[in-house]
T-cell receptor, first 111, second 116 residues
Framework: TQLLEQSPQFLSIQEGENLTVYCNSS?????LQWYRQEPGEGPVLLVT?????EVKKLKRLTFQFGDARKDSSLHITAAQPGDTGLYLCAGDPYNTDKLIFGTGTRLQVFP | EPEVTQTPSHQVTQMGQEVILRCVPI?????FYWYRQILGQKVEFLVSFYNNEISEKSEIFDDQFSVERPDGSNFTLKIRSTKLEDSAMYFC??????????????FGPGTRLTVL
């Protein structure tokens, strides 16, 4: 069974702080997506990382795919209240069409 | 920007009743999916659909579940006889033609199914 564990599970920080969310697995993935989900809504795609070691930046968000394609991280610089939400990683296993979702990290940024 | 839409946003039903959840995928997408998320739990894969047939399904997707693309735009999930444990958010997702390297799926807003 392929599992994606995210840490931390919950994170409460003040506006302006930096944070990193981790997504780890013992399985190798073809690619990995990061989504953000608001309460009562569907996951919204933020980024896809494909190549081992790849780094992608989306404004204040930096995403990295591990060299072995088993893990990923999301780093947010100078967090803002608008970053509040549930962050999900989702792995794309080889030879299958489904996404395996992580356990999620709930981020709250206080003004 | 094109998006996946789902109806209804909330469905309440009695145990044993049939429900149909509807989705309109992004228009040029070819691969369609259903996922569910029980309150407080992970998003779980149910089924994938391509070229008018199921391409993959999970253990959750038993004989009580079926999917259909009745026309060129809609994609439906039917639960024949709902159980209490079917209460969840159900998400539809779609994907464009697969690239060689990644599987980028776009999700709808979800239908909250409550079985009483």
């Amino acid at each position: 069974t392929q599992l994606l564990e995210q840490s931390p599970q919950f994170l409460s920080i003040q506006e302006g702080e930096n944070l990193t969310v981790y997504c780890n697995s013992s399985s190798v993935f073809s690619s990995l997506q990061w989504y953000r989900q608001e309460p009562g809504e569907g996951p919204v795609l933020l980024v896809t990382v494909v190549t081992g070691g790849e780094v992608k930046k989306l404004k204040r968000l930096t995403f990295q795919f591990g060299d072995a394609r088993k893990d990923s991280s999301l780093h947010i610089t100078a967090a803002q209240p608008g970053d509040t939400g549930l962050y999900l990683c989702a792995g794309d296993p080889y030879n299958t069409d489904k996404l395996i979702f992580g356990t999620g990290t709930r981020l709250q940024v206080f003004p | 920007e094109p998006e996946v839409t789902q109806t209804p946003s909330h469905q309440v039903t009695q145990m044993g009743q049939e429900v149909i959840l509807r989705c309109v995928p992004i228009s040029n997408h070819l691969y369609f999916y259903w996922y569910r998320q029980i309150l407080g739990q992970k998003v779980e894969f149910l089924v994938s659909f391509y070229n008018n047939e199921i391409s993959e399904k999970s253990e959750i997707f038993d004989d009580q579940f079926s999917v259909e693309r009745p026309d060129g735009s809609n994609f439906t999930l039917k639960i024949r006889s709902t159980k209490l444990e079917d209460s969840a958010m159900y998400f539809c997702a779609s994907r464009a033609q697969m690239t060689l390297t990644y599987n980028e799926q776009f999700f709808g807003p979800g239908t909250r199914l409550t079985v009483l």
